[in-house]
């Protein structure tokens, strides 16, 4: 066998072999890997705009809170000076109660004091002219006794 023959033969064959190897072989091995890089470089944009997505949710949770906490704040204010208005509305509607009874315990009190001296007149009236009676003994009629407790009463 002689050697350019072989080398002849060999190249032959390896020629072949490159050619098989990159119509049929090499394009779906190049699909693939194509493939993958796309699905790779996929995955790393998705893990990109994952991690933009969650500074941007951060952002906004906090945010949300931040109006949350001042919205509480503006509540519990809000509540505390209603509280503090019903606290002097209720303050003032009982000073004005407890004025109001004292009122009318001290007019009731001026009525009841004014019905005892009418009721003191009455039996000082009563007693004088028992007393009178006693010492004149005699009887005086109903007409002329009437005339006396009234003069009496208007007298005390």
């Known amino acids: 066998m002689n050697l350019n023959a072989t080398l002849f033969a060999q190249l032959i064959v390896f020629f072949v072999l490159a050619w098989f190897t990159m119509k049929f072989v090499w394009p ?22 994952a991690k933009t997505d969650l500074v941007l949710a951060e952002k906004k949770a906090a945010e949300e809170l931040r109006k949350a906490r001042e919205s509480a704040a ?60 006693k010492i004149l003994r005699k009887e005086i009629d109903a007409k002329a006794h009437a005339e006396l407790l009234a003069q009496l009463k208007s007298e005390l």
């Open 28 to 49: 779906p091995i190049m699909k693939a890997l194509d493939e993958r890089a796309g699905k790779i470089a996929d995955g790393l944009a998705a893990a990109d705009r």
């Open 74 to 133: 503006e509540f519990r204010s809000g509540a505390e000076k209603q509280a503090a208005q019903l606290l002097e509305e209720a303050r003032n509607e009982a000073a004005h109660i407890v004025a109001a009874a004292r009122d009318a315990a001290e007019t009731e009190a001026g009525v009841a004091a004014q019905r005892a001296r009418e009721a003191l007149r009455d039996q000082v009236a009563q007693l004088a002219v028992a007393g009178a009676e």
